[in-house]
């Protein structure tokens, strides 16, 4: 008995240490596999019944409400469960938000004493503060799930949660970096080339956004700007306007490809997907655009060869944990938000206003 003991930690140590060893992209790779096993085969959602069927729009919102109401994490026995679940529409008004915290609060137990704490929601756009007490706890105690970019000021990051895009299957294909002269370079088209059409930055437009800094992005020739990719494109960085709408869905492609993001962004954020996972400060770039194109060449010209290809290497083969399967996959997009959830399970709450305010201060 003993040695059949011995013989499974030891396999559990393996396999812990193997897979500690090929993610460099985690956070913390080893307590990562480990607590990610634990959830698999106890974490536990009450749901609370709606009032009316919900749907959801934006994919990513969507396919989550559907994978969560059919998964293994479902528990009709709210004793058993570590969170609780309030679904509501996205379009549902603040004032019907208060009244349904405030119909919780009164019908069920498990609302007063963590205050909420203990539950998340999901709103694609975010909601805002509110001087409703019901309102306001569910905002600033309750875990939010939303899609990511969110809107200034309606992501609380030591406890929100935004999801990665939804993109082609394909995608997450491992475009592994080569020892090649043109390893540095990313292929736009997945098809093998042959270009002199080199660039040190990409960036596709959607034609609004930041105009005047991509019209002086237009004039340099380190660069390129495309409404849609062409073939025959190669460049090292991917850059994204923050506040663009298809700044999520691009990312995950470049990632994949093999080309390091580059967020173009006047404001520190804290809404990545999967921020509590991924090594985002090793595999991606926030640059300002207030110094013009020239500080931003001046910043990605500056990028050691070592640390590009690192980078790149990381992006490619964290790209996995992005995608969102026709079914639930391990460690895919779906399991990757479960385990964001399962991290929150003790989560702490502010009584007050007051008290949630100082913190964002500290």
Request: aromatic share 12%.
């Amino acid at each position: 008995m003993a040695t059949f003991t011995f013989s499974l930690c030891f396999l559990s140590f393996l396999f812990v240490f193997v897979h500690s060893s090929s993610s460099p992209y985690l956070l913390s790779p080893s307590t990562f596999y480990q607590s990610y096993n634990k959830m698999l085969t106890s974490f536990k959602i009450f749901i609370y019944t709606p009032p009316q069927p919900i749907t959801f729009s934006p994919p990513p919102s969507s396919i989550f409400y559907n994978f969560l109401l059919n998964s293994q994490f479902i528990t009709k026995d709210p004793n058993k469960a570590h969170l609780f679940f309030i679904p509501f529409a996205p379009n549902t008004t603040t004032r019907s938000i208060a009244r349904l915290v405030r119909d919780l609060r009164t019908k069920y137990p498990y609302w007063n004493p963590t205050l909420g704490a203990d539950h998340f929601f999901i709103s694609p756009q975010g909601i805002d503060f509110s001087s409703d007490r019901n309102a306001l706890e569910l905002k600033k105690n309750s875990i939010q799930i939303s899609v990511f970019p969110t809107t200034s000021g309606k992501f609380i990051p030591h406890k929100d949660i935004s999801l990665p895009p939804v993109t082609s299957p394909s995608l997450a294909r491992a475009h592994a970096p080569t020892k090649e002269k043109s390893s540095s370079l990313l292929e736009l088209s997945h098809a093998p080339v042959k270009s002199d059409q080199s660039f040190l930055g990409y960036l596709k437009w959607d034609g609004k956004t930041e105009l005047d800094f991509v019209n002086e992005l237009k004039l340099d020739s380190d660069f390129i700007v495309e409404s849609e990719p062409s073939d025959h494109i190669v460049s090292k960085f991917c850059l994204f306007l923050y506040n663009a709408a298809d700044v999520a869905l691009t990312i995950t492609e470049a990632m994949s490809s093999g080309c390091v993001p580059v967020v173009i962004v006047d404001r520190p954020i804290q809404d990545l997907p999967l921020t509590d996972v991924l090594r985002w400060s090793e595999m991606a770039m926030l640059i300002g655009n207030r110094r013009g194109v020239k500080g931003l060449k001046d910043v990605l010209r500056g990028v050691h060869v070592d640390r590009y290809e690192k980078m790149r290497g990381l992006c490619v083969a964290a790209a996995h944990h992005m995608v969102w399967n026709a079914e639930p996959q391990p460690y895919d997009a779906f399991y990757m938000v479960m385990y964001q959830l399962w991290l929150r399970r003790h989560t702490i709450r502010y009584t007050r206003r007051e008290d949630f305010l100082l913190h964002l201060l500290v």
